[in-house]
């Protein structure tokens, strides 16, 4: 981590590998919904030198979607990526923090769906353990 | 060739018929032994079964071993009975002889097997 | 004076819940072949347990962060996804076993043969996963499974030999009935026993479930570092129950009923009673554990919400994992297989997967961004390096000599 590249705009200096990817994610209330599987990125274009004054940017984070393309390659099609935009990170620490409840995002619809489905119709699935 | 494993559970239905007399274990736990005793036998007599033996000397020494097996496996099946103790059952003292003979027995061919060192 | 209460309960649950099936077979087979002589290897696996537990319940106490997230983060897709598969099959094979010493303790108590119990035993352990609070099913198992100690009690009112107990742990008398391959085998078993990985999942996951910080530090290391080698010596005690009674009777354990005769010879039927209750709390609370162990590493691992401090419905995808392994379990079981060899083959594999857990966690407590100044120090590095090697090498050997043993027969 030592040589990290200077940077000159202030803030945080993130490596995207080490501090982005396969980390948790967590909504507003804390609530784990999902991991960095990959992020998109915009800004670079094949066979074109990068411009160092428009640097590639970061537009996106893949939750939950995107393993299976980044271990075997390949592109799934957008509407099987659950992608929550950039914009809705608050915080990155030892977890991605999102300023927004879970269900605002379609990454969660599995979860809710076994809720309704499965686990909130057997007895007590809606209560504190005691 | 399942000598090892029928000592074993001779041994295992000998002590649990032993403490269930001396009144330390509870009729469930002796049971439970000598059954699992009873399973093991089958299992070592299948072992030696399926030995096939290639020249006269080990198939001599097979059929011994096979005899003694076949003793064990009566010998613990009756501490079987003489545990439950319904009627016409043998009683606990000779299904212990028994066991005890049973296990001098496969000691011995144990020991004769044993390749000398 | 309630803090004290705190770190007393902790101790004693952790010593009642350090044994498992995975213990209580293995020390009893191993007293019951080679006497005392691989007490050294029970030594060195409550030691190593010590490491593992301690700098993964500091990294979760801090950080916040339970051992599958980690996981994930470290090594990256494919090698979180070849440990998460392994760890996953080693955890529900160990909750096979689990649930099946559970049955197989109640079959000992009521002679209902052990099929029956089952289904019975994984729905108990469902419900108590379900319904129960974290901290009082923790601690009424771990305090239940205490009563394991009169395993000790038997030993002595047994009087065994105490110098030949000694000389077999410490002189390496020879075993003219095995071979050094079965000795090495079983070292690894012992080692694989006191080690398991799901110990690792369900004690980090644990911190967060009761919400460790910083200040919780010293309580977790003191039920680790007290509580562990006390169970550690409950299963040396197993080992010399065994050694006493059926080593020169030329008796293998290869099921449950020996392991705890011995008490039955020593303590009398009081004792059996006692021993029977212990070996229900110690393997039922294994099974919780184990059970929630796999939820929580595949939740953790695709950072689904999981944890009992939430109502089911709100870590919907952990709890239904969980059901399907207990069904898993039962289905495997219901097969008739021995539940004693499943539990022979799950500390054997547990010892093949133990580097995928190790080496993240030891990274990771080393890492500022995760643990702030509570990173390893230098002493408790040297002694982490030097397990890893032992870790390593016990993972590489145990399976070449599970098959030239042909597991240990």
Request: proline share 5%.
């Amino acid at each position: 981590m030592a040589d990290l590249p200077k940077h000159d705009s202030p803030g945080q200096v993130l490596d995207l590998n080490l501090h982005i990817l396969d980390r948790q994610v967590l909504d507003n209330h804390d609530v784990p919904i999902g991991h960095v599987d990959n992020v998109e990125v915009d800004g670079i274009e094949p066979g074109r030198e990068l411009d160092p004054d428009a640097p590639p940017v970061v537009t996106s984070l893949v939750l939950n979607s995107g393993l299976w393309p980044r271990m075997f390659g390949g592109r799934p099609p957008r509407s099987r990526m659950h992608l929550v935009p950039w914009s809705a990170v608050s915080a990155i620490g030892t977890a991605i923090e999102l300023g927004q409840p879970g269900s605002a995002f379609d990454v969660t619809w599995s979860e809710h769906w076994i809720r309704d489905q499965v686990i909130a119709r057997i007895p007590g699935g809606r209560h504190v353990p005691e | 060739m399942g000598l090892r494993e029928a000592q074993s559970a001779v041994g295992s239905a000998t002590l649990a018929l032993t403490t269930s007399q001396d009144g330390d274990t509870t009729a469930s736990v002796a049971e439970t032994m000598v059954d699992e005793a009873g399973t093991r036998m089958t299992a070592a007599s299948k072992q030696a079964t399926a030995f096939k033996p290639t020249d006269q000397r080990t198939a001599a020494q097979m059929e011994a071993v096979t005899q003694a097996l076949g003793d064990a496996d009566t010998a613990v099946r009756h501490a079987g009975e003489a545990l439950s103790g319904y009627p016409g059952a043998p009683s606990v003292r000779s299904a212990l002889d028994e066991l005890k003979q049973s296990s001098s027995d496969l000691e011995r061919l144990a020991k004769k097997l044993e390749p000398p060192r | 004076m309630k803090r004290y209460f705190a770190v007393a309960l902790g101790i004693l649950t952790a010593i009642g819940g350090f044994v498992d099936i995975g213990d209580l077979v293995t020390n009893a087979v191993v007293g019951s072949r080679f006497g005392m002589s691989l007490a050294w290897a029970v030594v060195v696996g409550v030691v190593g347990i010590c490491l593992f537990a301690q700098m993964s319940g500091r990294v979760a106490a801090i950080s916040g962060r339970a051992t599958f997230e980690i996981i994930r983060e470290r090594l990256g897709p494919r090698a979180g996804t070849a440990n998460l598969v392994a760890s996953l099959l080693i955890t529900i094979m160990t909750l096979t076993a689990e649930v099946g010493g559970v049955a197989l303790a109640l079959q000992l108590a009521s002679g209902v043969q052990p099929l029956l119990w089952i289904p019975v035993a994984a729905f108990a352990v469902w419900l108590v996963i379900w319904r129960v609070k974290f901290s009082i099913m923790e601690n009424v198992a771990g305090v239940l499974g205490l009563s394991l100690v009169v395993f000790g009690v038997a030993l002595f009112l047994l009087g065994p030999d105490w110098g030949e107990l000694k000389d077999q742990a410490l002189q390496q008398t020879s075993h003219p009935r095995e071979t050094p391959l079965t000795y090495w085998y079983y070292a690894i078993a012992l080692f694989g026993a006191a080690m398991t990985p799901y110990e690792v999942f369900f004690f980090s996951s644990g911190g967060v479930e009761e919400r460790w910080t910083e200040k919780d530090l010293v309580t977790s290391r003191a039920n680790v570092l007290v509580g562990f080698p006390l169970g550690g010596l409950l299963s040396l005690a197993i080992a010399g129950c065994a050694a006493t009674v059926l080593l020169p009777r030329g008796i293998d354990v290869d099921a449950l009923s020996q392991t705890v005769l011995p008490v039955a010879m020593g303590a009398g039927q009081l004792g059996l009673a006692i021993v029977i209750l212990g070996v229900v709390a110690a393997t039922f609370g294994a099974a919780l554990e184990t059970g929630l162990s796999a939820g929580y590493a595949l939740a953790q691992f695709n950072g689904w919400s999981w944890g009992k401090f939430r109502r089911p419905a709100q870590a919907a995808r952990f709890h239904l994992t969980i059901i399907i392994c207990l069904v898993v379990a039962v289905l495997v079981l219901l097969t008739g297989i021995d539940p004693i060899l499943v539990t022979e083959y799950s500390v054997v594999f547990s010892a093949v997967a133990l580097p995928l857990t190790y080496l993240p966690i030891l990274v990771v407590a080393n890492d500022p961004q995760y643990v702030g100044e509570h990173v390893n120090g230098r002493l408790l590095n040297a002694v982490s390096s030097v397990y890893l090697v032992v870790i390593l090498v016990a993972a590489v050997a145990a399976i070449p000599l599970m098959i030239l043993t042909k597991a240990g027969a």
